[in-house]
């Protein structure tokens, strides 16, 4: 069973930094990519940032260079640097990995998720 636990989350003022952490257990051929999602109150969940093994990285465009995220593989973790916070950015906050395992003789490709850690940014 693959586990995606979630840490850093909280009340913080607008202006002000979160860093979020993410460490995944279990097995797995590999695991790529990580990323990070969120969804506000009363909207859809949406792709904030995504980085593969090998450190390529994707990030939602509005957020003009905020959140930089990273990765430790030895660690199975992942990372989201939040600065200069906005109101907009207050949501619950998914960590998301793919995961590659084998069944039988195919590799299967399964998407797990973290259980969300609430940011709240207050103007």
């Known amino acids: 069973q693959v586990q995606l636990v979630e840490s850093g989350g909280g009340l913080v003022q607008a202006g002000g930094s979160l860093r979020l952490s993410c460490a995944a257990s279990g097995s797995w051929f590999s695991l790529d990519p990580m990323g990070w999602y969120r969804q506000p109150l009363g909207k859809q969940r949406e792709l904030v940032a995504s980085?593969?093994?090998?450190?390529?990285?994707n990030y939602e465009d509005s957020l003009n260079g905020r959140f930089t995220i990273s990765r430790d593989n030895a660690k199975n973790a992942v990372y989201l640097q939040m600065n200069s916070l906005k109101p907009e950015d207050t949501a619950v906050y998914y960590c998301?990995?793919?995961?590659?395992?084998?069944?039988?003789?195919?590799?299967?490709?399964?998407?797990?998720w973290g259980q969300g850690t609430q940011v709240t940014v207050s103007s």
């Open positions: 998301k990995a793919t995961i590659t395992q084998w069944q039988g003789m195919s590799p299967r490709k399964y998407d797990y």
């Open positions: 980085i593969t093994s090998g450190g390529s990285t």
